[in-house]
């Protein structure tokens, strides 16, 4: 073997010029696709969490049976009760997987600084329940002022645009309206806490952060709309979601489980584009790889028929000729991969150095441009060039194995 493997590396040695634009085209190849790999990882990780927890939805959301359908329209009778509320908490924290499990309001109507008023949305949430979802993109909201506190109930978080709008800065008074459940106009004094960028651009003019408690006050209510659920894992999502069904089920509670991936449409379009695209560019490399592969050892065949005539006569068989060029394959491409491996972890090395920074679409804040290094995926990229480059010169080694020996030391 070691002498097979030998004459493959001369052979691929003396045709310097052709290898070596084999070996580029393979490394390119490599290094893009695993830079593009890396950086849709990434990507995912960054919407996963974002919707998780910087949405604050959790990994799992509960609703009373039938909030989903009907709970626009009777909004009353399809919202979690007090003595439910607890009730529900108790059974889910038993689970060893749950690491949170609170309440959600959401409310909406009118507020005012006394001079101006403008629609908002707003959301009740319990503050440190709120803290411990958000983990570590509580630091990417930063808070002008102070943030939420169960002991300041009527203190609120504004966005951005919305305080802006209505000339509001922390510690600053304004009002709130809104119809209670029983359809009664009721108003609120609150206390602008602190101002801070929601991250998304199309909520920035009208969205609140409120206590859990004043969401009540203001509905005049002591009911939820929901509960949210954080795991440990976001792999545990669907096991944790048939598992609370059933204790739920078990105890007469009847409700509705959705998991984040059912709630975060945007997760769902995103990655389905970027696996599209992912898909065209892996296609247009493996075709660029094998064509390249393809003609250099094409071309290798016609320069060397007299060499292959002459071991043909020395007694090699069709199945030698067809192996050593299967090896010279192989070689290229593992020699490419090593190469694009290479290429792959310098322009890896510049990313995380230089930290280039870009604004999506929707958002109101840029974002760190990441690859993620993907030891995995790079191990499995290489056994598949060498594979497709093994392949690629297999068919002008047959062509090669197949000539005549005569017509081959003949060959001008």
Known sequence: MNKWI????????????????TLMAIAMGFTAINLFSGYTHNTYEGMRSSAIRGAGIGHLTIYKQGWNKFGKSDPDKYMIAKNEINKIIKIIEQNDSVILATPRLDISGIVSNGR??????????????????????????????ETLNTKKEYGVQMAIDLAQYLQLKPKDDAVVMAATLDGQL???????????????????????????????????????????????????????????????????IECEIKTWEELSAFYSNVKNMFDMIFLFIFSIVLVIVIMSTVNTMGMSVIERTREI????????????????????????????????????????????????????PGSSSPVSLQVDLLPGNIFFMLICMVFLALIAAIFPARRAAKQNVVDALGHV
């Open 6 to 21: 030998k004459v493959a590396f001369r052979n691929i040695i003396k045709n310097k010029r052709r290898s070596f634009v």
């Open 116 to 145: 101006n008023s403008t629609i908002f949305m707003a959301q009740g949430v319990i503050p440190d329940d709120d803290k411990t979802i958000l983990g570590a993109f509580f630091a990417y909201q930063p808070v002008t002022g």
């Open 186 to 252: 009721n108003a609120l004094d609150i206390q602008i806490s602190g101002v801070y960028d929601t991250g998304i651009d199309a909520i920035n003019d009208k969205f609140m952060k409120v206590p859990f408690k004043f969401a009540q006050s203001l509905y005049d209510s002591q009911k939820a709309d929901r509960i949210v659920v954080l795991l440990d894992n976001w792999k545990n999502t669907s096991i944790a979601q048939h598992k609370i069904m059933k204790q739920l089920k078990d105890a007469g």
């Open 309 to 360: 005539g002459t071991l043909r006569a020395l007694g090699l068989k069709r199945r030698g000729i067809n192996f050593l060029f299967a090896i010279e394959g192989a070689m290229i491409g593992f020699l490419g991969s090593l190469a694009g491996a290479a290429f792959h972890m310098m322009i890896w090395f510049i990313i995380s150095i230089l930290h280039p920074t870009y604004t999506p």
